[in-house]
């Protein structure tokens, strides 16, 4: 039985429309005057924490605390301002996927599992009402090795069901391989939909337990067999 579904964000529950990219890359430019600084950058399936420490390396910035602190106050500004400029929208399937979860006879915790540090995917779901369905989670601001918030998000979990859980009841949903990996590290089942940067034949070598287009595609009582 599933006691504890774990899903990423970007790319799995919604498409902002590259407003946490175009945010970083303000940012970049605004705070530490570098322009297109998110062009040698990857995103997909990264904590945040790592994509800003990649950036300090390449620009010979210095990656300590103040600088952090800097970026993200900076970050969680222009976050919140570019979503309400830029068309994004929640995925196909998810608000029932969620609700088919929680209308079960026992419901699992329903948390996150995500790169966003807690303040931007906070930002993120709250724009697009998707926050309150969430009880528990872990974040890039808990780890930035997405194996080991994958660990933090498993004891969190536990701790909020009061119960240790094995890896076989957990589910991961996410959208990149990226997001298969951290399930793996925790022995969790993963469900991959192609509705992120990764295209179906992309995915499938990377053999999650379930790989769909999306989440209208899968049903819950699929997944707790």
């Not at 697009?128 to 009880?135: A, E, G, K, T």
């Not at 094995?166 to 793996?184: H, N």
């Amino acid at each position: 039985m599933i006691r504890l579904v774990l899903f990423d964000i970007d790319g799995t529950l919604i498409r902002s429309g590259g407003a946490g990219e175009k945010a970083f890359a303000r940012v970049f430019e605004t705070e530490f005057n570098v322009p297109n600084g998110t062009a040698r950058l990857p995103f997909a399936g990264r904590t945040d924490p790592s994509i800003v420490r990649d950036f300090f390396r390449q620009h010979h910035i210095e990656p300590g605390r103040e600088n952090f602190r800097r970026f993200f106050d900076s970050y969680a500004f222009w976050l919140d301002h570019l979503l309400g400029q830029i068309a994004g929208r929640v995925l196909p399937g998810v608000p029932e996927m969620i609700r088919d979860w929680q209308a079960l006879p026992r419901p699992p915790a329903i948390g996150l599992l995500t790169g966003n540090i807690r303040l931007g995917a906070q930002i993120k779901l709250n724009y697009y009402r998707l926050w309150h369905l969430f009880q528990t989670g872990a974040f890039g601001d808990d780890h930035e090795d997405r194996s080991q918030i994958a660990a933090i998000a498993r004891e969190r979990g536990s701790h909020w069901l009061n119960e240790k859980l094995r890896g076989d009841q957990i589910l991961v949903i996410g959208d990149t391989p990226l997001d298969i990996v951290c399930a793996r590290a925790i022995d969790a089942k993963v469900l991959v939909a192609a509705t992120g940067n990764y295209r179906l034949e992309e995915l499938k070598p990377h053999q999650p337990d379930w790989l769909v287009e999306n989440l209208e595609q899968v049903a819950v009582k699929e997944l707790c067999r």
